[in-house]
């Protein structure tokens, strides 16, 4: 049980999805309670044979996921993590944290990052999160993946090489600078001010929501600043009562909409280093948002 968190951190970072991930977990210490104490004490490190077998379980989930995507209503968004230290102090009792309150919030799980995660092969994903981000020696990434070192050296190596260092081209500012951007997004957007709004998006930026049919959402992007801007000054016209509330979303300074005490929106934001919003990704999914709500 205290490899819980290391294995959902794992998890999650590889499947974009804490749904997923939990099952990962209780599948792996499934199989683990299942063998008999004597099988149990013959395994030299049971928290490197539960890694293990958590990544190969997570390396047969995303092939069939990204089949699974294939005919996801609209655009598909991984799921957004609140912070649970700043969460607990609007949820009843602490309702709703649990289990994102176990996932470290780092650059590896910021929405960017899982983005790009997504363009990945389900192989490339897996050596990479298991190398660069847990640190795992290619020999150990060799026997989760299925390969030799060389080939998960060069897996990790395209990963880092042709979809990270690409995504990072934009380099973002400090949580303090971005949250001050994403304030103004806010005020801008609460009192309709086209101009405000125009000013802080990038030119090229891009706006994706999740919809997953399951709630009220563009099935395809929204790309241009004067197109982004048009669509949110109409939902703030014709949008019934709610409030916008500033709250970090994966690490990153982001905005949730709460409407009859429920969370129906949560928004994660790309800001460039010239302070322009160039990514805004809105997750609507009501399967997505269980750990968001308040009570």
Request: one cysteine or more; aromatic letters at 8%; hydrophobic letters at 40%.
């Amino acid at each position: 049980m205290s490899e819980r968190r290391q294995l959902l951190n794992l998890a999650y970072r590889m499947l974009g999805s804490l749904t997923d991930a939990e099952d990962v977990v209780q599948e792996t210490c499934t199989r683990w309670y299942a063998m008999s104490p004597t099988q149990q004490e013959a395994i030299e490190s049971p928290g490197a044979w539960l890694t293990k077998l958590a990544g190969r379980i997570c390396l047969n989930l995303l092939g069939s996921a990204r089949t699974r995507r294939e005919t996801y209503v609209g655009e598909w968004i991984p799921e957004p993590l609140p912070d649970p230290t700043e969460w607990i102090t609007r949820s009843a009792g602490g309702a709703g944290v649990d289990p994102a309150d176990r996932i470290t919030l780092d650059e590896s799980v910021t929405m960017a990052f899982l983005i790009v995660f997504e363009s990945m092969t389900p192989a490339e994903g897996v050596a990479f999160v298991l190398h660069d981000v847990f640190r795992y020696p290619f020999p150990e990434v060799a026997e989760i993946v299925g390969r030799s070192p060389a080939a998960c050296r060069q897996l990790a190596s395209s990963a880092r090489r042709r979809r990270v260092a690409a995504a990072r081209a934009e380099v973002s500012p400090n949580a303090t600078r971005q949250a001050s951007v994403v304030r103004w997004f806010k005020a801008a957007w609460e009192a309709q001010d086209i101009e405000a709004l125009l000013s802080l998006l990038d030119p090229g930026a891009t706006e994706i929501s999740d919809g997953g049919g399951r709630a009220i959402a563009r099935l395809l992007p929204i790309e241009g600043a004067q197109q982004i801007a048009h669509v949110y000054l109409t939902i703030a016209r014709f949008a019934p009562p709610r409030t916008i509330l500033e709250c970090t979303v994966n690490g990153r300074p982001g905005l949730a909409i709460e409407s009859e005490g429920r969370i129906e929106t949560v928004f994660a934001f790309k800001v460039s280093d010239d302070d322009r919003i160039t990514h805004i990704w809105a997750v609507r999914n009501p399967d997505k948002l269980h750990p968001w709500q308040l009570s």
